[in-house]
């Protein structure tokens, strides 16, 4: 009895210094993001994903995922779809946490490979036009910052911008996303 007493009042003792177990080598999570395409008009040119994050040591993660980008480009009285559908592997460095563990501020770089295709592969335009912009793989690489911010144990709320560059694209290298997300601790 006299054992419990001393362990319930060392507990209690220590519970202001004591946090919950994150970024724990080896746990992971789902995470499913969604953002705009260089602040351009969002729900027309917008990117969605969906990525696993495996945590090694101080935050640092490995993520592995897919993304959907879709632009939209001017012709005349129209737009026409530019749809991009990339994978994903990369490294995210944990730079700056919180003594509670609460926020976690990472940079990351990735290595992407996709597939792009114009209008939905469809070249005569309305007016008889024939659309150049020919569909084709795509490859390159990525630079995020990425804020978490955990609302509970297991859902951590994301805030990301990137730079994406790709070559292959037939709209341009570069493409600048912000965006944000949530992410499942699932381990």
């Known amino acids: 009895m006299k054992r419990a007493i001393i362990i319930f009042i060392a507990c209690i003792s220590l519970s202001g210094l004591l946090h919950a177990q994150r970024y ?5 999570g789902i995470q499913l993001t969604y ?3 260089n602040g351009i008009i969002p729900l027309r040119t917008f990117y969605a994903g969906a990525a696993v994050a495996t ?3 101080n935050g640092s993660h ?3 995922g897919g993304e959907y980008l879709q632009k939209q480009i001017n012709y005349r009285y129209i737009q026409l779809p530019v749809a991009q559908f990339t994978g994903e592997g990369g490294y995210y460095y944990g730079l700056l946490s919180d003594p509670s563990r609460t926020f976690l501020l990472s940079i990351g770089a990735s290595a992407l490979a996709g597939y792009e295709t114009s209008n939905w592969g469809n070249k005569m335009l309305y007016d008889g036009a024939t659309l150049l912009n020919q569909d084709a793989f795509l490859y390159g690489g990525a630079i995020t910052i990425e ?19 790709l070559w292959g694209s037939s709209i341009g290298k570069y493409t600048t996303q912000f965006g944000a997300g949530l992410k499942i601790i699932i381990n």
């Not at 724990?24 to 992971?28: K, V």
């Open 24 to 28: 724990l080598t080896g746990q992971q």
């Open 147 to 165: 804020l978490e911010a955990y609302i509970t144990d297991q859902i951590v709320f994301l805030i990301n911008a990137r730079e994406r560059i």
């Open 35 to 37: 953002g705009e395409v």
């Open 55 to 57: 945590y090694t040591q």
């Open 62 to 64: 490995w993520v592995f």
